[in-house]
Structure formats: C-alpha cells, structure tokens
C-alpha cells in the first residue's frame, strides 16, 4: 500500500503529516524513525517530498521519549486518539489524566499536538462526537495544560470551526477535501455509498457549509489536511467497512474548484501551503506547483492498483476542471 500511494501524494505535495495509527502503532521515536526509513525507502525517484513524522500518544507513552524525538527533529507533533474513535484507535487514550506529563511537556517544548476530536462514548450520536469532545475533553484539557498547542484535525462541524475561530492563542484547525464536498446525504440518501464513509463522519450540509466558510475566508487559524485514506476495495465494500477517503491523486485539482467556486483563488495557497507551516513554525516549501484550467479534465484516476486489490480515488461528484502542472521554482 505504502508503495502505491505515496507517489500520489509526492507528486503534487511537498511533504505531509504523517499518521502514526499503524498496526503496531507508531509510539516511540525508535518506531518514527523506523517508519520514516520505510517511506523514504519508497519514495519514487526524484522525488522531493519529507515526511513529517508523529507519534501515537498512549497511557503509556514517556514524556522524555517524546522530547527527544522532537529535539532531534524527527517528530512533528504527537497525535491523540480517544481509544476507539477510528482507524487502529485501539491503543489510543481512555483516560485523559494519565497523559497530562506528557501534554506538559509538549507544552514546555512547544510540541503541537495533533487530535482526533471525537468522543467514543455510545450513548452519543455520531453526529455529535465532534462537538461533546470539544466540551467534555478539550476545552477542559485545554484549561489544564494552557501552554498546550493544538491541531484540531479534520473539523466536521460548525462547533468546531467556531471553537478553533473563538479559541485564542495555540489553536487551528485543519479541513479535509471531501468534508468540502460532501454532506451525510452523500453517504446514505438513495443506497449506501462506502466510499464516502469516513471518521469523522460527514454532517449536515448546514455543517459543510460552514467549514467551506472557513476554509476561503483567509483565515491563518484554518489549513489543509487531507486525511487521505487509502484502502482497498475489498476493506471498504463489507459488511463492516473501513473509514476513509483516498484524495491525494485529486486533492488539489478539487481545490482549486472549490475556491474558484467561491471567488477565493487567490487564498488557496495560504489554505494550502502557507497556514500550515506557519502554524508547525516551518518554513514555506521553495518549490512550487501550477494549477492549470482544463476543462476536459474530468475524474482521473478512478481506481488505483495496489497488488491483486483495488483503491478507489475520492468521487467529488462532479467533473473535475483544473489539473496541476508542476513547476519547480527556486
């Protein structure tokens, strides 16, 4: 897998946040380091493209461990997953108490962390998660470790894009691709479409709008995070599906119309490529890519191969009418 897709992110991104929800999970700097071995190991030839490498928070990750990783600058930041809130979340946390040394730490050496928003509590709908994590678990943890910096990954609703706009020093917020294009609707209205199912799960279309507000409006609190999640045909098509949408190979492509559609063309490079590094106090990528208009374009690719299986790329509906060119710059 990690052979098939990381051309497709390669080609039109200069380097990525990379998940550490793997299966073991990537915990220790000694795991980053092995991970970022196999990605550049994969890395296609000519390639210019860095892997900023994070590591799974758990009960029982060591505070020392993680400051080292990120005083040797192999890690990025360091990701929460509440235990069972999405994809290989199993080792995530339970009790917030008993990673407080570590999220101190983070705040002394000013190491963001990076989170799944979502409550797992059942008693929740899952249309809700997002906005009950905010007021159960990050606000508070927010309160208790004040010097905390804080992605919230993936906003899905309103709450949260008011929450990263109110939510004063230390806060952004990232938005993916397809919470820009599809709503519930997309989902389940006319037959079941797995391949729009994703954790968090896509909300009403009063939500979506509000994060496409966002997400054009200029505002450096706000980035792109893709969250494109590769997996086969065959793992999305079950009974009990897998979570996730591939949108690396037409990511930019869909965001070009997206803002176009919106009269913000000219804020899509601070969404893309400014807000973020500023944020992780990185300095701009030097090379450059080209959005062309080409209004033949269409969905292209559809399906990827990896192995005997199938990936199947994000569908936003509709055809596509830009593609990238690259241009590297100096």
């Not at 983070?106 to 809700?128: K, N, Q, R, S, Y």
């Not at 906005?131 to 943890?141: C, Q």
């Not at 990511?251 to 919106?262: C, G, K, R, T």
Request: with cysteine; proline share 8%.
């Amino acid at each position: 897998m990690l052979a098939a897709v990381l051309p497709f992110s390669a080609a039109h991104f200069g380097r990525a946040i990379v998940m550490p929800n793997l299966v073991p999970p990537v915990v220790t700097a000694a795991d980053a380091a092995a991970y970022r071995a196999r990605i550049m190991s994969a890395m296609p030839p000519g390639a210019d493209f860095q892997p900023l490498m994070t590591l799974y928070l758990t009960e029982s990750t060591d505070p020392a461990d993680v400051a080292a990783a990120a005083a040797s600058g192999l890690v990025t930041a360091v990701k929460l997953y509440p235990a069972g809130a999405t994809t290989n979340s199993a080792s995530g946390v339970r009790d917030m108490a008993r990673v407080l040394p570590v999220l101190e730490r983070m705040a002394e050496i000013g190491l963001p962390l990076c989170v799944h928003g979502e409550v797992t509590d059942p008693a929740v709908d899952i249309f809700d998660r997002e906005a009950v994590f905010l007021e159960r678990v990050l606000e508070p943890l927010r309160r208790r470790v004040p010097g905390l910096r804080v992605v919230l990954e993936h906003v899905t609703t309103r709450e949260g894009v008011a929450y990263v706009r109110e939510g004063g020093e230390g806060i952004a917020g990232t938005l993916t691709v397809h919470h820009l294009v599809i709503n519930r609707n997309h989902i389940l209205a006319g037959g079941i479409r797995p391949h729009y199912y994703c954790l968090p799960v896509a909300k009403r279309e009063t939500h979506r709008l509000a994060l496409r507000a966002a997400a054009v409006a200029g505002d450096p609190r706000f980035f792109l995070g893709t969250d494109s999640a590769p997996h086969t045909d065959a793992a999305k098509l079950m009974p009990c599906g897998c979570a996730g949408c591939f949108t690396a190979p037409n990511a930019m492509a869909i965001l070009a119309q997206v803002f176009e559609e919106e009269g913000a063309l000219d804020r899509l490079e601070a969404f893309t490529s400014l807000n973020g590094p500023a944020f992780y106090r990185l300095p701009p990528n030097e090379a450059r890519i080209r959005l062309v208009k080409d209004d033949a374009l269409g969905l292209l690719p559809s399906e990827i191969e990896v192995g005997a299986d199938t990936v199947t790329v994000f569908d936003p509906g509709f055809p596509l009418t830009w593609r990238v060119e690259e241009e590297p710059r100096p």
